[in-house]
């Protein structure tokens, strides 16, 4: 062979050879790009996926707020079911406490009963006096809102010299009214211009929060609202599984995470993502109750509101508080307060309770209104506020 073709050739192989290297390493390093693009495995709960809102944010002492990226990391957040099949219609939102008040009329019969007796005497003496105290303390009204009620209705009584039961029940039914307060904005802040509105749930274990967020779901659904759910409860293995299945039956999906104890931030945070990107209406985020102890879950809960306010402001901090604990429900939605704006308060289970004046004590400690309350186990027993057709069914005489 002629040495001048022996020498192209050469050259043509060494060519050869570089193109394929090259292309080689070029498309290794573009797909180890794009993996590490996706969400790294473990992070500080304070990361969010690179490439978001936050992605050039750095904390106030300048450290980044993003973990190293790993470029073998899968991502851990899943949308659990895009677009589930709707199996269910919820029921509409209007009259649904008018439709619940059996209810709250069964569980605080004695309450009222005894009120309504003690006020029908023929002579309210001092001894009368102390008995309607110790029956409104006995609901959970608090002590001051107790007094205050006490000396209103005393004050009425004696001005007007009425001793007509029914014109004392009334009496009675305006007092009580009038310190649960009408006036209080109970609508839930569930519009926002041009994204979606983020409701944040928070609570203690076991009072309802999950429960709260699937019926809440079914209520915003009832109004023709676009939901998705962010089942950041990722400390009880079965949260995000019961909360899947609680959006599924009206057709709501759910983010989730697959990974054991992942983190609740993480979730949240690509929740709102999602929400941003389906142009959803409402995007609601449940929370774990239970951490080893206080402190880590006032931790995690405050950071879990941080990532989230990176991509989107918060809208609505409902606490769950369960009615039957009582007094204990209080000193818990203090601590809430303290780490979260809470901006409105839901009342589970309260058929089950005879402790009604707790809504006063709350209201009155807190300074937020009651939204909502739970009153079943049902997917449709839960309803908005209302002060008159609360008071109404706590003061309602059965047989
Ligand atoms: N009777 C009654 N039961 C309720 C109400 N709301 C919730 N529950 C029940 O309370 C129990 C606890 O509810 P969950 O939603 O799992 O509570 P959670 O706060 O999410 O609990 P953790 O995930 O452990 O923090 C369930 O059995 C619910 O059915 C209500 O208004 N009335």
New binding site residues.
Partial sequence: MDSSVVITLAVLAVVLLGVVSFLLVSGRSLSSRETARRYPTTRDADDVPPGAAGDADREGDGTAVLAPERPEAEPETQLEAEAPVVTETPEPVGGRLARLRARLVKSNNVFGKSLLALLSQDEIDEDVWDEIEETLLMADLGTDPTMELVDRLRERVKVEGSKDPARVKAMLREELIALIDPQLDRSLNTEAAGRPAVVMVV??????????VGKLARVLVAQDKDVILGAA?TF?AA?AE?LTTWGSRVGVPTVSSDVEGADPASVAFEAVAKGVELESDVVMV?T???LQNKANLMDELGKVKRVIEKKSEVDEVLL?LDATTGQNGLSQAKVFSEVVNVTGIVL?????SARGGIVVAIQRQLGVPVKLI????GPD??APFEAETFVDALLEETA
């Avoid at 609570?203 to 709260?212: A, I, L």
């Avoid at 589970?348 to 089950?352: E, F, P, Q, S």
């Fill in positions: 609570g203690v274990n076991g009072v309802g929060k999950t429960t709260t409860d009880r949260a019961q449940d774990a109750g239970r769950v589970t289970k309260l058929d089950g739970g009153l079943g186990e027993d839960l």
